[in-house]
């Protein structure tokens, strides 16, 4: 009988959405006239931007004739996208980021956890708690931890807590750490990082030859002036990250499918043996060997993200899904809990009444005022004792969540 891979073994429980897909469908199964409100994982409402359609509409109409229709592409995207990202995302910002560094994907958590594969199973890795959990899974996949404890911190990863106690804001480590997850805005909790910070972090990189890993999927949502929305806006970065995007939160992209990674020319790692080797040919190598790339109609749309037209729809419905964490933010506010993020990003992250953990809290709304949220401590052992509430949703859910949620607080 063939082995299986014992590092899925170490595992805890499910992958967390699907764990809350579990709950609900088995309460919905229970309770069939409630009427559930789900603002638990992080998916999008509104339809694709008018702009986005048309453009698709026409990259179908190109398929249909013979002159214009495409087979396979490039794997590492269309240079009509990569050159709308390089001068859109980043030189029209002062990042000096170049399209051939640029390698279009079908997502960022794909990516995430694909990256890992260039990387030497030694290496250290380091990861704010709480965290996207796809960080933590795919390097436990990988085998590069050991077992998981009671709260489920997994041997050898460098834990970095982000509480309100430190501002969200994560400790540069006093050993070295080769491999660093930054997310900003950050999932989850909606907070972001100052300049300063990000500045400190590239120095720590910099000066430990570490690479930082930066998923910047929610930079969309940056409305505070001085935030940085791309961690090449650091002089140096180019020399120690490599930054995650994508489409899905920008434009609505979650079904659709397109994300990319900038991955600089230059940037280097080295062998057991301390020879230098660059990393944009191994991620380029992976890349065309095992990915064939994102339809060309899905491009087409994508680029049309950078059109005028399409500039203005996008941000009109990013401004929509911010007005709904400002409103969730208030009135949580309003029932006395502490809440954070919201003002940068599509989540806000709200303590549970008393000491409720997180997942009595995450059964109590579920049951009493059916509205399905994200358990703090499913994102680590510092979310204990909070949640998140997706800002995804249309206004009518949004209102009808905030009259139940208060309702249950305040009895
Ligand atoms: C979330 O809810 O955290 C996100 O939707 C998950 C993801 O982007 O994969």
Same mark, same amino acid.
């Given at each position: 009988?063939?082995?299986?891979?014992?590092?899925?073994?170490?595992?805890?429980?499910?992958?967390?959405?699907?764990?809350?897909?579990?709950?609900?469908?088995?309460?919905?199964?229970?309770?069939?006239?409630?009427?559930?409100?789900?603002?638990?994982?992080?998916?999008?409402?509104?339809?694709?931007? &008018?702009?986005?359609?048309?453009?698709?509409?026409?990259?179908?109409?190109?398929?249909?004739?013979?002159?214009?229709?495409?087979?396979?592409?490039?794997?590492?995207?269309?240079?009509?996208?990569?050159?709308?990202?390089?001068?859109?995302?980043?030189?029209? !910002?002062?990042?000096?980021?170049?399209?051939?560094?640029?390698?279009?994907?079908?997502?960022?958590?794909?990516?995430?956890?694909?990256?890992?594969?260039?990387?030497?199973?030694?290496?250290?890795?380091?990861?704010?708690?709480?965290?996207?959990?796809?960080?933590?899974?795919?390097?436990?996949?990988?085998?590069?931890?050991?077992?998981?404890?009671?709260?489920?911190?997994?041997?050898?990863?460098?834990?970095? &807590?982000?509480?309100?106690?430190?501002?969200?804001?994560?400790?540069?480590?006093?050993? &070295?750490?080769?491999?660093?997850?930054?997310?900003?805005?950050?999932?989850?909790?909606?907070?972001?990082?100052?300049?300063?910070?990000?500045?400190?972090?590239?120095?720590?990189?910099?000066?430990?030859?570490?690479?930082?890993?930066?998923?910047?999927?929610?930079?969309?949502?940056?409305?505070?002036?001085?935030?940085?929305?791309?961690?090449?806006?650091?002089?140096?970065?180019?020399?120690?990250?490599?930054?995650?995007?994508?489409?899905?939160?920008?434009?609505?992209?979650?079904?659709?499918?397109?994300?990319?990674?900038?991955?600089?020319?230059?940037?280097?790692?080295?062998?057991?043996?301390?020879?230098?080797?660059?990393?944009?040919? #191994?991620?380029?190598?992976?890349?065309?060997?095992?990915?064939?790339?994102?339809?060309?109609?899905?491009?087409?749309?994508?680029?049309?993200?950078?059109?005028?037209?399409?500039?203005?729809? @996008?941000?009109?419905?990013?401004?929509?899904?911010?007005?709904?964490?400002?409103?969730?933010?208030?009135? #949580?506010?309003?029932?006395?809990?502490? @809440?954070?993020?919201?003002?940068?990003?599509?989540?806000?992250?709200? !303590?549970?009444?008393?000491?409720?953990?997180?997942?009595?809290?995450?059964?109590?709304?579920?049951?009493?005022?059916?509205?399905?949220?994200?358990?703090?401590?499913?994102?680590?052992?510092?979310?204990?004792?909070?949640?998140?509430?997706?800002?995804?949703?249309?206004?009518?859910?949004?209102?009808?969540?905030?009259?139940?949620? !208060?309702?249950?607080? !305040?009895?």
């Amino acid at each position: 009988m063939v082995q299986v891979n014992e590092n899925y073994l170490k595992l805890k429980a499910g992958y967390l959405f699907p764990e809350i897909g579990r709950r609900v469908s088995k309460f919905a199964a229970e309770n069939p006239s409630a009427k559930i409100i789900r603002m638990g994982i992080g998916d999008v409402t509104e339809p694709l931007a &008018p702009a986005i359609i048309e453009a698709m509409h026409q990259a179908v109409d190109d398929l249909a004739r013979r002159d214009s229709f495409r087979g396979y592409g490039p794997e590492q995207g269309y240079d009509f996208l990569r050159n709308a990202i390089a001068e859109n995302d980043y030189r029209a !910002k002062g990042c000096d980021v170049h399209a051939d560094e640029i390698f279009v994907s079908d997502g960022s958590k794909c990516d995430g956890g694909n990256i890992l594969e260039i990387f030497g199973i030694n290496n250290t890795v380091a990861v704010t708690d709480p965290v996207y959990p796809v960080y933590v899974d795919t390097n436990v996949m990988a085998g590069r931890t050991g077992p998981a404890d009671a709260t489920g911190r997994y041997a050898g990863l460098v834990y970095l &807590p982000v509480t309100a106690e430190n501002n969200f804001t994560p400790q540069i480590p006093q050993q &070295p750490v080769d491999l660093i997850y930054l997310c900003y805005p950050n999932n989850p909790t909606g907070t972001v990082a100052t300049r300063e910070t990000l500045e400190k972090w590239v120095a720590y990189a910099k000066a430990n030859g570490s690479i930082i890993f930066f998923d910047a999927a929610y930079e969309a949502y940056i409305t505070e002036p001085g935030i940085p929305r791309s961690i090449f806006e650091i002089p140096g970065a180019k020399d120690c990250a490599i930054e995650f995007r994508s489409f899905s939160k920008t434009a609505g992209f979650t079904g659709t499918r397109c994300a990319f990674t900038v991955v600089p020319k230059g940037l280097m790692g080295k062998t057991a043996s301390g020879e230098r080797v660059e990393i944009h040919p #191994l991620w380029n190598r992976r890349h065309t060997t095992k990915f064939n790339g994102v339809s060309y109609v899905v491009q087409r749309g994508a680029e049309a993200v950078y059109s005028t037209a399409g500039k203005q729809q @996008v941000a009109a419905t990013i401004a929509f899904y911010l007005e709904n964490a400002k409103l969730l933010t208030n009135a #949580l506010r309003d029932v006395g809990l502490p @809440v954070y993020g919201g003002v940068n990003a599509p989540y806000v992250w709200v !303590k549970t009444p008393g000491s409720v953990t997180s997942w009595d809290f995450f059964d109590t709304m579920l049951r009493e005022a059916n509205v399905v949220m994200t358990p703090g401590s499913g994102f680590g052992a510092a979310g204990e004792g909070y949640f998140r509430l997706s800002a995804f949703n249309s206004r009518a859910n949004v209102q009808e969540a905030i009259t139940r949620i !208060k309702h249950l607080i !305040k009895g």
